[in-house]
């Protein structure tokens, strides 16, 4: 019936005892228990073979990797341990996506449980060959810590098999922003086999080897008794389970041999790329001229002119569609998915790699209308459970774009406009100060002795509508008394959408220019009710040699208040509470989710509508609100863009904020009152968009005489 070889593999089970061994004897389990000296044999030579097979799948990868440009900063180990147990053991990153977060750390819990499981016996085995212990007797692999090693491992094991069943049951439901391959299906199935041929065969060995206090693998007791129910004995047992071994065991091998040809890379990758990352939301990396003159390169024309770390994050990609759920671009039915980025240049690079590098990165992988669609808000980034960031990715080929002068119209005049005369209205920089015309705002060189600069930025300098801001700032701070001034016709562009348009040479051209002269009048602090000016004097002027502290409107009139420092009134303010102003609060990008800012405009708000009842003022909250909010489309550069109103990203931003039935929607930012304000206007809807300083400067004692443009 069975050939020579089969006859050696079965003998030991054939010729099994019949009596099992007596109860309570020592409480362990032995390595390769039932298997013969053969199977261990066969065992070893195929775990030899899938651990070369997986050496080979990431020696692959690693060389695809090391297509792109070396890094040159260097990593903190401190740091990069903090964001690896942070990032990587703990998930922190994982969360905030309710039943997909509690799969993944189920699964990827319970994997790593079993992985430590496994590895430690492996210890047990080497360290008893090495020391010649025979297996009835272990090192350690026994007594009470064989109790507590049983208990974690069968429970950690069921975390594993409700992770996987979750997530195989979240793909057969076909969610459109899961990026879905049929492996997928394949590598979910043998994990759940595997997971389950664990307990059976734990099952199995019980009644085989008649394990004493069989209760600590309470779930292996539970199959050992299903088993015996079915008229399985010890002899049987001992057959059935040296085959669901073989199973078990070939299983295992070979989901490590396909671990590097499967998305059970993005496993390797991440935890990688994690705690790699070592950029702050809102910066971006700068472009020297030396580098340029090396490289004849301005960005990203090619897959190598990634960095090695790009590529690697690249191949940390499990497709999972956060970023796309978060994109505003995609949401408004622009040509960017930026999964679909990262997927396409992942493939791309095998590609490459392959040596099929017919493809042009620009054009045939990537189209400059999906480049040019982004508005650079972070999301995709910040919900990245992986670290990964396609925004990143886009910009660097925003630059080799501009660098081949491949942007024309509008977008491209507000560029030249900015380098001719430092504000992309085009607008004489002598009529910059115009905004404060009918107040007595003093200049850095009418007051040198100021404590705080108030940077004014080109939207309130030359937007009719916007400078109101300005106005009101400037009314809040002399009524609060502060030592305040401004750079009036001194003042330039920050650059900050130039750099993100791609435009590095002349964003550092403005940075340098106002570094200049922010340095020229001995500048330490500065207020910005933009927060795109706030982020670029914040995380880019750094890089330009400019370190300041900066701080938004919003932050310093909260400490304003706090201090007592405002003389607000509350005449007028409806007792009533149903009689108030119906008010919500659009979180802008760069406040919220870059800046982290949330808390303060919705306090100054409050105040601004409740007066002394502040406290009892309810904000109608968006349902994507504070880190989680949604961009207003004039990020970017997009608000150069000529678009139809009803074209723009952002235009679903409006619809939630009408739907709350808000009379007024509350913004902290001259770029979200703009949009905001164009897109309620095509909707005919009667709500106002007013920034918080305007609505606060209505509470002061005295009206000026001029209240801005309307």
Same mark, same amino acid.
């Given at each position: 019936?069975?050939?020579?070889?089969?006859?050696?593999?079965?003998?030991?089970?054939?010729?099994?005892?019949?009596?099992?061994?007596?109860?309570?004897?020592?409480?362990?389990?032995?390595?390769?228990?039932?298997?013969?000296?053969?199977?261990?044999?066969?065992?070893?030579?195929?775990?030899?073979?899938?651990?070369?097979?997986?050496?080979?799948?990431?020696?692959?990868?690693?060389?695809?990797?090391?297509?792109?440009? &070396?890094?040159?900063?260097?990593?903190? +180990?401190?740091?990069?341990?903090?964001?690896?147990?942070?990032?990587?053991?703990?998930?922190?990153?994982?969360?905030?996506?309710?039943?997909?977060?509690?799969?993944?750390?189920?699964?990827?819990?319970?994997?790593?449980?079993?992985?430590?499981?496994?590895?430690?016996?492996?210890? %047990?085995?080497?360290?008893?060959?090495?020391?010649?212990? &025979?297996?009835?007797?272990?090192?350690?692999? =026994?007594?009470?810590?064989?109790?507590?090693?049983?208990?974690?491992?069968?429970?950690?094991?069921?975390?594993?098999?409700?992770?996987?069943?979750?997530?195989?049951?979240?793909?057969?439901?076909?969610?459109?922003?899961?990026?879905?391959?049929?492996?997928?299906?394949?590598?979910?199935?043998?994990? +759940?086999? +595997?997971?389950?041929?664990?307990?059976?065969?734990?099952?199995?060995?019980?009644?085989?080897?008649?394990?004493?206090?069989?209760?600590?693998?309470?779930?292996?007791?539970?199959?050992?008794?299903?088993?015996?129910?079915?008229?399985?004995?010890?002899?049987?047992?001992? !057959?059935?389970?040296?085959?669901?071994?073989?199973?078990?065991?070939?299983?295992?091998?070979?989901? *490590?041999?396909?671990?590097?040809?499967?998305?059970?890379?993005?496993?390797?990758?991440?935890?990688?790329?994690?705690?790699?990352?070592?950029?702050?939301?809102? =910066?971006?990396?700068?472009?020297?001229?030396?580098?340029?003159?090396?490289?004849?390169?301005?960005?990203?024309?090619?897959?190598?002119?990634?960095?090695?770390?790009?590529?690697?994050?690249?191949?940390?990609?499990?497709?999972?569609?956060?970023?796309?759920?978060?994109?505003?671009?995609?949401?408004?039915?622009? &040509?960017?998915?930026?999964?679909?980025?990262?997927?396409?240049?992942?493939?791309?690079?095998? !590609?490459?790699?392959?040596?099929?590098?017919?493809?042009?990165?620009?054009?045939?992988?990537?189209?400059?209308?999906? *480049?040019?669609?982004?508005?650079?808000?972070?999301?995709?980034?910040?919900? /990245?459970?992986?670290?990964?960031?396609?925004?990143?990715?886009?910009?660097?080929?925003?630059?080799?774009? *501009?660098?081949?002068?491949?942007?024309?119209?509008?977008?491209?005049?507000?560029?030249? =406009?900015?380098?001719?005369?430092?504000?992309?209205?085009?607008?004489?920089?002598?009529?910059?100060?115009?905004?404060?015309?009918?107040?007595?705002?003093?200049?850095?060189?009418?007051?040198?002795?100021?404590?705080?600069?108030?940077?004014?930025?080109?939207?309130?300098?030359?937007?009719?509508?916007?400078?109101?801001?300005?106005?009101?700032?400037?009314?809040?701070? #002399?009524?609060?008394?502060?030592?305040?001034?401004?750079?009036?016709?001194?003042?330039?562009?920050?650059?900050?959408?130039?750099?993100?348009?791609?435009?590095?040479?002349?964003?550092?051209?403005?940075?340098?220019?106002?570094?200049?002269?922010?340095? #020229?009048?001995?500048?330490?602090?500065?207020?910005?009710? /933009?927060?795109?000016?706030?982020?670029?004097?914040?995380?880019?002027?750094?890089?330009?040699?400019?370190?300041?502290?900066?701080?938004?409107?919003?932050?310093?009139?909260?400490?304003?208040?706090?201090?007592?420092? !405002?003389?607000?009134?509350?005449?007028?303010?409806?007792?009533?509470?149903?009689?108030? %102003?119906?008010?919500?609060?659009?979180?802008?990008?760069?406040?919220?989710?870059?800046?982290?800012?949330?808390?303060?405009?919705?306090?100054?708000?409050?105040?601004?509508?409740?007066?002394?009842?502040?406290?009892?003022?309810?904000?109608?909250?968006? &349902?994507?609100?504070?880190?989680?909010?949604?961009?207003?489309?004039?990020?970017?550069?997009?608000?150069?863009?000529?678009?139809?109103?009803?074209?723009?990203?952002? #235009?679903?931003?409006?619809?939630?904020?009408?739907?709350?039935?808000?009379?007024?929607?509350?913004?902290?930012?001259?770029?979200?009152?703009?949009?905001?304000?164009?897109?309620?206007?095509?909707?005919?809807?009667?709500?106002?968009?007013?920034?918080?300083?305007?609505?606060?400067?209505?509470?002061?004692? #005295?009206?000026?005489?001029?209240?801005?443009?309307?």
């Amino acid at each position: 019936m069975f050939c020579d070889f089969c006859r050696g593999l079965l003998a030991p089970i054939l010729l099994a005892e019949s009596e099992p061994l007596a109860a309570g004897g020592p409480l362990m389990r032995e390595v390769f228990g039932n298997i013969p000296p053969a199977s261990k044999l066969v065992f070893y030579l195929l775990a030899l073979v899938s651990l070369a097979t997986f050496g080979y799948g990431i020696y692959r990868r690693v060389r695809l990797w090391r297509m792109g440009r &070396p890094v040159a900063d260097r990593l903190e +180990i401190a740091a990069v341990v903090n964001r690896w147990l942070r990032d990587v053991l703990f998930q922190r990153r994982i969360w905030g996506r309710g039943l997909a977060s509690l799969a993944h750390v189920l699964l990827f819990g319970g994997f790593v449980v079993l992985l430590i499981g496994t590895t430690l016996i492996a210890v %047990e085995h080497i360290l008893a060959g090495a020391v010649g212990r &025979p297996a009835s007797d272990p090192i350690f692999h =026994k007594g009470l810590y064989y109790a507590i090693y049983e208990v974690t491992l069968d429970a950690f094991g069921i975390f594993f098999l409700v992770g996987c069943t979750m997530f195989l049951v979240r793909r057969v439901r076909n969610p459109g922003s899961i990026g879905r391959n049929s492996t997928d299906y394949v590598v979910l199935v043998t994990l +759940i086999v +595997i997971g389950v041929t664990g307990y059976l065969l734990e099952g199995l060995r019980i009644i085989h080897a008649a394990t004493p206090s069989p209760g600590v693998s309470f779930v292996g007791l539970l199959c050992a008794r299903m088993f015996e129910a079915a008229g399985i004995d010890r002899a049987a047992a001992g !057959l059935w389970h040296w085959s669901l071994w073989w199973l078990h065991a070939i299983l295992a091998l070979g989901f *490590i041999a396909a671990m590097p040809y499967t998305r059970l890379l993005h496993a390797l990758a991440g935890t990688l790329n994690l705690p790699a990352q070592t950029k702050q939301l809102g =910066k971006l990396v700068p472009v020297t001229m030396e580098e340029v003159e090396e490289t004849g390169l301005v960005g990203v024309g090619s897959l190598t002119d990634f960095s090695r770390r790009e590529l690697m994050a690249l191949d940390a990609c499990v497709s999972c569609g956060r970023c796309e759920d978060a994109c505003p671009a995609f949401e408004a039915g622009k &040509p960017l998915s930026p999964r679909d980025v990262v997927q396409d240049l992942r493939g791309h690079m095998t !590609l490459v790699g392959a040596g099929a590098n017919g493809a042009s990165l620009h054009g045939d992988v990537i189209e400059a209308e999906t *480049i040019w669609s982004c508005t650079t808000c972070t999301a995709c980034i910040d919900v /990245c459970p992986l670290g990964i960031r396609p925004m990143d990715y886009l910009t660097d080929m925003r630059r080799y774009l *501009i660098g081949e002068g491949s942007l024309r119209g509008a977008p491209a005049n507000s560029l030249q =406009k900015s380098q001719r005369v430092g504000n992309p209205w085009g607008l004489p920089p002598e009529e910059r100060f115009d905004w404060a015309e009918g107040l007595e705002v003093p200049t850095v060189a009418e007051r040198p002795d100021f404590e705080v600069l108030y940077w004014v930025g080109c939207a309130a300098s030359y937007d009719r509508r916007v400078r109101n801001i300005a106005r009101s700032v400037v009314r809040l701070l #002399q009524a609060a008394e502060v030592n305040f001034a401004v750079l009036g016709n001194e003042e330039r562009c920050t650059g900050e959408s130039a750099r993100r348009m791609g435009d590095e040479f002349l964003f550092q051209e403005l940075a340098m220019q106002n570094v200049e002269t922010l340095a #020229q009048h001995n500048v330490r602090k500065i207020v910005a009710h /933009c927060p795109h000016c706030l982020n670029s004097l914040r995380h880019d002027y750094p890089q330009m040699g400019g370190n300041f502290e900066v701080i938004h409107h919003s932050q310093l009139l909260r400490e304003l208040v706090d201090a007592g420092r !405002l003389p607000l009134v509350d005449e007028g303010t409806p007792a009533d509470a149903a009689a108030r %102003e119906a008010v919500t609060f659009h979180d802008p990008c760069y406040l919220a989710r870059v800046g982290g800012t949330t808390e303060e405009p919705r306090e100054l708000v409050q105040l601004a509508v409740g007066g002394a009842n502040a406290n009892a003022t309810t904000i109608t909250e968006m &349902p994507r609100n504070r880190r989680q909010t949604a961009c207003c489309g004039g990020g970017g550069g997009r608000m150069w863009f000529d678009d139809a109103v009803d074209e723009r990203v952002g #235009q679903s931003r409006v619809a939630e904020a009408l739907a709350t039935g808000a009379d007024t929607v509350a913004v902290s930012c001259p770029f979200c009152l703009i949009m905001l304000s164009d897109g309620v206007k095509a909707q005919d809807a009667q709500t106002q968009v007013r920034d918080i300083a305007e609505m606060l400067a209505d509470r002061l004692p #005295q009206e000026t005489s001029d209240t801005g443009a309307k």
